[in-house]
């Protein structure tokens, strides 16, 4: 990789024809752009993930089934992290599109855990006050974690009334359509009536207070 001072012409193949991202960044092309290395040591520290044996072979991209809503593919995060260009990370979409669901890590070749270095550009955006593309998603997070503090386990309805009501699905035309949807879902077994909780509690708080 050149030094931090040197200047480079990034050249990367873009995603594949007729895939591209909504509402794409421009990749790459004819930007002149300054790699660096001091975010790339700090990310892979303290996520924990090995960002640096990415050879970018755009395994993760092809598999992944969000793409069509991302404004960068996921292997443009781990690229955009190798020359450490951290304001277009953090200011993205895709970060907060992704929904955890694996299957680029299990088609990575050298195991680079892209669902947990978007988890860590999450909480580092939302740390440091940065500009949010997915508010909602924010909010869902947060809601998320509020529920499993006391209890340990999520309760589905009071997650998904405490949601709707500040995200305006409580009320007007959405709420019938909701409401249809809990009935469907509680009929189907996917909806418990009361909250249920782990027994070990002491756990759960030392966990929360580390
Ligand atoms: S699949 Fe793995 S090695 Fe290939 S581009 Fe994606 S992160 Fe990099
Ligand atoms: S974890 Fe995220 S980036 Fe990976 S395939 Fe799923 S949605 Fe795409």
Not at 24 to 30: C, I, K, T, V
Not at 43 to 68: D, R
Not at 69 to 98: K, N
Not at 170 to 178: K, Q, R, V
Request: charge should be positive; glycine fraction near 10%; include cysteine.
């Amino acid at each position: 990789m050149s030094s931090p001072e040197s200047r480079a012409t990034v050249e990367e193949a873009g995603p594949r024809a007729g895939s591209g991202p909504a509402g794409e960044q421009a990749w790459p092309g004819d930007q002149a752009w300054s790699p660096t290395s001091d975010f790339l040591r700090q990310a892979e520290q303290e996520s924990g993930v090995a960002i640096g044996a990415c050879f970018n072979c755009k395994k993760c991209s092809n598999g992944c089934p969000l793409t069509f809503a991302m404004d960068l593919h996921p292997f443009q995060v781990v690229r955009l992290a190798q020359l450490g260009q951290v304001e277009r990370l953090s200011g993205c979409r895709t970060i907060w599109v992704c929904s955890s669901c694996q299957t680029c890590l299990t088609r990575c070749p050298n195991q680079v855990d892209l669902p947990r270095f978007m988890d860590w550009l999450k909480e580092r955006v939302a740390k440091e006050g940065g500009q949010v593309e997915q508010q909602r998603t924010l909010l869902f997070h947060r809601l998320f974690l509020d529920e499993v503090k006391p209890r340990g386990r999520v309760f589905e309805g009071s997650l998904m009334t405490r949601y709707l009501v500040k995200t305006g699905g409580a009320f007007g035309p959405e709420a019938m359509a909701n409401a249809r949807l809990g009935l469907a879902m509680f009929k189907r077994g996917r909806l418990k009536l009361l909250p249920a909780g782990i027994r070990n509690r002491r756990w759960l708080k030392d966990l929360f207070k580390a």
